[in-house]
């Protein structure tokens, strides 16, 4: 059973995966804790984009760290929201790459295919620019198969993590994959659309 924790902005109770971690570095900047390794007591806060610039913007952010810096205020590089969706893209990508290299990855339109209609598509990877006719096709097999589906990747992106050109369609086969990329892609989805990608 997951654990909940305390977001320190709202206050409510929410699960791990649906939070993200920050802390001051040695440098007193504050740093994004995707790991969940780094020392110190830190703080927790949902994990969306908006919550996160709008309670920067406003000050509060910062002040969660409590009062007691004096000169020594919390360092917030410009580009720290943007990275922590580099961070969060990156994630996935070495995740799919892990799985293309144990095997668990197909992909091009026909192999894809092949394995929805097969039953042995766990999870379907479609490129979010893709022809909008491909996907819908894809789309529906999945459904039909109950096959769950994820757009949130450009093709460049997923080609990158595949170590190929123009891929659009990627089935992942392994129950244990598709989980752990679910679940990458849900944070990475959460941060920056409010929601879940599934």
């Not at 320190?8 to 649906?18: D, F, I, V, Y």
């Not at 919390?74 to 961070?87: L, N, R, Y």
């Not at 990458?184 to 959460?190: C, M, Q």
């Amino acid at each position: 059973m997951t654990e909940n924790l305390q977001c320190a902005l709202t206050g409510k109770l929410l699960p791990l995966e649906k939070t993200i971690r920050f802390v001051i570095g040695p440098d007193n900047a504050v740093i994004a804790d995707l790991s969940e390794e780094l020392p110190g007591d830190g703080i927790r806060l949902l994990g969306y984009r908006a919550t996160l610039e709008a309670s920067i913007s406003d000050g509060s952010f910062i002040g969660l760290f409590g009062s007691d810096f004096l000169d020594d205020v919390p360092i917030i590089a410009p580009s720290f929201v943007d990275k922590i969706e580099t961070q969060l893209m990156d994630r996935v990508l070495g995740l799919i790459g892990l799985a293309r290299r144990a095997g668990a990855v197909l992909n091009g339109f026909a192999k894809v295919e092949g394995c929805l209609k097969s039953g042995k598509c766990d999870l379907l990877i479609t490129a979010n620019d893709g022809a909008e006719g491909g996907r819908m096709k894809m789309t529906r097999l999945a459904e039909a198969v109950q096959c769950p589906q994820v757009t949130i990747l450009p093709t460049a992106r997923l080609s990158m993590a595949l170590g190929q050109t123009n891929v659009i369609h990627a089935g992942i086969v392994g129950s244990g994959w598709a989980e752990r990329l679910t679940a990458s892609i849900d944070r990475l989805s959460l941060y920056v659309n409010g929601h879940e990608a599934a």
